[in-house]
């Protein structure tokens, strides 16, 4: 990806077309996670290379990857905030995109404004390229086989972990000898030392030392000991966050602000805040789009606003802003995908900080407040 990406991006428009590309691949197959662990690593190595922010390139990268996150009918997020709201799933997609597309205008704008002016020369890093790795289109297969199971709906860790499986079957095709050296075993058969190295790769990762201090850094990177913080932080993020929930602590705060608000647009803005609180406070994304599917579900219904319009919100809200909090599950799991800190890159997120704004600034000018069958603004007792 790197090889190949080197010679059709530009410095000039690279923090651009790496969210373009980064939104299409996460429509199509509906994930975040999976289109920063695949695609998005691959453009952090471009971004390396042509010496360009590693903190800009993750954010362009998020922001797109929470762009299909949000907008594609094969997110488990976007059926998830439908059930919290009892909306349609197609119609909160397309409702979706009302918000989502000029959000992500706006941010593409951002990111091609901050592209780095000058010809950058790729030549010597693809022979350093060539010179250590056996470059072959064969080499996309462990991505292709990840996002055709993403398509097909596998579960993500088993699409990942047999991505992962065919990268290494592709290390024993093509170079065989790194896998030998790698095992450091000399008392092993051939055969045996290449299933340990391959191994060895996958639990802890793989290290190189070529003598091409931007290759090394290239190269090695990976394995499962290397996620084992971020799996901690899920696991208590969870646990803390079904705390807070069976706690009925959000609950307890936010009833009485519901009740003051007055007006749709407050209302929204509530319920934005609510769902930024809910990934902060519990630490988990899933938690921050159900519970407050559950706590305003009722005073929606109650003033005649439409289920799509509360699943499209919280779309708006709860999905977009989760990697932007460093313990949440989402934060946690992109800082290490990527290798840049959730503080580092949370800044040049210009999606998923303008989204919820647009749902704000559309609920006071009365823009797509869509309304249940039969509900009359006047009915509510509510102004816009």
Known sequence: MVYYGLQI?????????????????????????????????????????????????????????????????????????????????????????????????????????????????????????????????????????????????????????????????????????????????????????????????LATGYRVETGDAAIDQLMSRGGMSSMMITVWLIICALAFGAAVEHGGFMTRLINPLVRRARSVGSLVSLLVATCISANIITSDQYIAVVLPGRLFRPEFSKRGLAPVFLSRVIGDSAIVTSPLVPWNSCGAYMAAALGVPTLGYAIYCFFNILNPIVTIVFSFLAFRVLRSPGAMPAESGLTT
């Open 9 to 201: 991006l530009s410095p000039n428009y690279f923090y651009a077309t790496s969210a373009l590309i980064c939104a299409a691949v996460a429509f199509s197959i509906g994930s975040s996670w999976t289109t920063a662990g695949t695609i998005g690593i691959g453009l952090m190595g471009i971004a390396g290379s042509m010496h360009l922010s590693p903190e800009i390139t993750a954010g362009a990268v998020i922001s797109g990857a929470y762009f299909g996150d949000k907008s594609s009918p094969l997110s488990d997020t976007a059926n998830l905030a439908t059930a919290a709201a009892g909306s349609d799933l197609f119609t909160h997609v397309r409702e979706s995109l009302w918000t989502s597309v000029p959000a992500l205008v706006l941010a593409v704008i951002g990111f091609a404004f901050l592209g780095k002016p000058g010809d950058f020369d790729p030549s010597t890093t693809l022979a350093s390229i060539q010179n250590h790795v056996v470059v072959s289109p064969w080499n996309f297969l462990p991505l292709v086989v990840v996002l055709v199971l993403a398509l097909l709906r596998w579960p993500p860790l088993v699409a990942i972990f047999i991505g992962a499986l065919a990268g290494g079957l592709l290390a024993v095709v093509h170079n065989p000898d790194a896998a030998v050296a790698f095992a450091k075993a000399p008392e092993l058969g051939r055969p045996l030392a290449i299933v340990k190295g391959v191994w060895a790769a």
